[in-house]
């Protein structure tokens, strides 16, 4: 299966498909012929998982550089030691990167890429679920000491090919993180979706034919937002339902200890119960909607663990937010989002009706 991406800098194709990593490169070997290097960012975890498969069907000789896996590869540090890499691999502007891995690599290898003499070509081979994400759209960043992905850039791959074998080994924490991803794109773009995915038994456990075209359906969803909002001026911010309380919670629990997903996930229920109040969502659908998150294991006995002081100071700093005021996307129904700004104190309020719902 392929799905374009037609953003206003760049056009590119997503490729996938169940054990089609020795094919998909058919329609860019001239391209890769072209370049002098090939030059494969991975972490440990990947590598140690899914590098014999990798290396048995990637068509193509290249050199690889294995970097610690989660959010360390996203640190200054991390990023200096991938350009020391290339500079020491004698690689050039003709010189092409491929980012084999979850976001966490995709965001690196990208941002290398963006920034190696000022910019040299990639593709990412995702190997999450969560990727199906991360990958498509164009956004890449590392960390900085006081704050996730706030040194970064958009640009965009030349391709992205997502071979569903590799998702076989990720844990079943990893499946259910990045299947939040997969429910948000459901929850801003079509209520029969999110329907069959909530009428799952188990969202963890989904057939593999099933899983693709879910994450089919996430990728349209994210391609047709990017293709009218490349840089987040407007529509864009769509995608980041969820994100706002749920980074804050992330922030919080110090990056790792809660998956990415997982927080999203826990944010989308608070975003939920905003929405009661500005759009049309009933109480009945948040209860059915955190039911059924609660039944698939999220784990949303973390936000008892941080009072709403400790969340605050994160949520201001949230990229959305500008004077100090804050911006939470919101359903206005399933499938209908929209920006909204809200106050702090009605922040409070909504945290402690959230709190005496887990209880
Ligand atoms: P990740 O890349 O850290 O992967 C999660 C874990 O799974 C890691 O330990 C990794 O080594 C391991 N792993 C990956 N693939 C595997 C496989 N096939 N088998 C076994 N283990 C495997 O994280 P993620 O959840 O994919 O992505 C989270 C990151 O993505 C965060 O840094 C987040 O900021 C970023 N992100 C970026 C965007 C974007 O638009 N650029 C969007 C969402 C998230
Ligand atoms: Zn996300």
């Given at each position: 299966?392929?799905?374009?991406?037609?953003?206003?800098?760049?056009?590119?194709?997503?490729?996938?498909?169940?054990?089609?990593?020795?094919?998909?490169?058919?329609?860019?070997?001239?391209?890769?012929k072209?370049?002098?290097?090939?030059?494969?960012?991975?972490?440990?975890?990947?590598?140690?998982?899914?590098?014999?498969?990798?290396?048995?069907?990637?068509?193509?000789?290249?050199?690889?550089?294995?970097?610690?896996?989660?959010?360390?590869c996203?640190?200054?540090?991390?990023?200096?030691?991938?350009?020391?890499?290339?500079?020491e691999?004698?690689?050039?502007?003709?010189?092409?990167?491929?980012?084999?891995?979850?976001g966490?690599?995709?965001?690196?290898?990208?941002?290398?890429a963006?920034?190696f003499?000022?910019?040299?070509?990639?593709?990412?081979i995702?190997?999450?679920?969560?990727?199906?994400?991360?990958?498509?759209?164009?956004?890449?960043?590392?960390?900085?000491?006081?704050?996730?992905?706030?040194?970064g850039?958009?640009?965009?791959p030349?391709?992205?090919?997502?071979?569903?074998?590799?998702?076989?080994?990720l844990?079943?924490?990893?499946v259910?993180?990045?299947?939040?991803?997969?429910?948000?794109?459901?929850?801003?773009?079509?209520?029969?979706?999110?329907?069959?995915?909530?009428?799952?038994?188990?969202?963890?456990?989904?057939?593999?034919?099933?899983?693709?075209?879910h994450?089919?359906?996430?990728?349209?969803?994210?391609?047709?937002?990017?293709?009218?909002?490349?840089?987040?001026?407007?529509?864009?911010?769509?995608?980041?339902?969820?994100h706002?309380?749920?980074?804050?919670?992330?922030?919080?629990?110090?990056?790792?200890?809660?998956?990415?997903?997982?927080?999203?996930?826990?944010?989308?229920?608070?975003?939920?119960?905003l929405?009661?109040?500005?759009?049309?969502?009933?109480?009945?659908?948040?209860?059915?909607?955190?039911?059924?998150?609660?039944?698939?294991?999220?784990?949303?006995?973390?936000?008892?663990?941080?009072?709403?002081?400790?969340?605050?100071?994160?949520?201001?700093?949230?990229?959305?937010a500008?004077?100090?005021?804050?911006?939470?996307?919101?359903?206005?129904?399933?499938?209908?989002?929209?920006?909204?700004?809200?106050?702090?104190?009605?922040?409070?309020?909504?945290?402690?009706?959230?709190?005496?719902?887990?209880?």
């Amino acid at each position: 299966m392929r799905i374009p991406v037609n953003t206003a800098s760049h056009r590119y194709e997503v490729i996938i498909g169940s054990n089609i990593l020795h094919t998909a490169f058919d329609s860019f070997d001239a391209m890769l012929k072209k370049a002098d290097k090939l030059i494969v960012f991975t972490d440990e975890n990947v590598w140690n998982a899914q590098g014999d498969y990798f290396k048995k069907h990637f068509p193509y000789s290249f050199e690889v550089f294995i970097m610690p896996s989660g959010e360390a590869c996203k640190s200054f540090e991390n990023y200096q030691n991938a350009h020391t890499f290339l500079i020491e691999k004698d690689c050039t502007r003709k010189s092409f990167l491929f980012a084999f891995g979850g976001g966490a690599v995709g965001d690196l290898t990208g941002f290398a890429a963006a920034t190696f003499m000022r910019g040299i070509p990639f593709i990412q081979i995702p190997t999450t679920i969560l990727a199906h994400d991360s990958a498509v759209g164009g956004k890449t960043a590392i960390n900085h000491p006081l704050g996730k992905n706030l040194v970064g850039a958009f640009y965009q791959p030349e391709a992205v090919i997502y071979d569903t074998m590799f998702l076989q080994s990720l844990s079943k924490r990893e499946v259910r993180s990045g299947m939040a991803e997969v429910i948000k794109h459901a929850l801003i773009s079509n209520e029969n979706w999110l329907m069959q995915l909530m009428a799952s038994p188990s969202i963890t456990n989904i057939e593999s034919g099933q899983l693709a075209l879910h994450l089919k359906a996430g990728i349209e969803v994210k391609a047709n937002i990017v293709a009218q909002d490349e840089t987040e001026q407007s529509v864009r911010k769509y995608l980041n339902f969820g994100h706002t309380y749920g980074h804050a919670l992330e922030a919080a629990a110090g990056y790792g200890g809660l998956a990415h997903g997982e927080a999203v996930m826990i944010g989308m229920v608070y975003a939920l119960l905003l929405s009661e109040r500005y759009g049309q969502i009933s109480r009945e659908f948040t209860r059915a909607f955190l039911s059924f998150a609660y039944k698939n294991g999220y784990p949303f006995h973390e936000v008892l663990k941080y009072s709403f002081e400790t969340l605050q100071q994160f949520l201001l700093k949230d990229k959305k937010a500008e004077y100090g005021e804050l911006k939470f996307v919101l359903l206005n129904k399933i499938g209908e989002p929209f920006v909204q700004p809200i106050e702090l104190s009605e922040c409070r309020e909504v945290d402690i009706e959230y709190r005496s719902l887990l209880m």
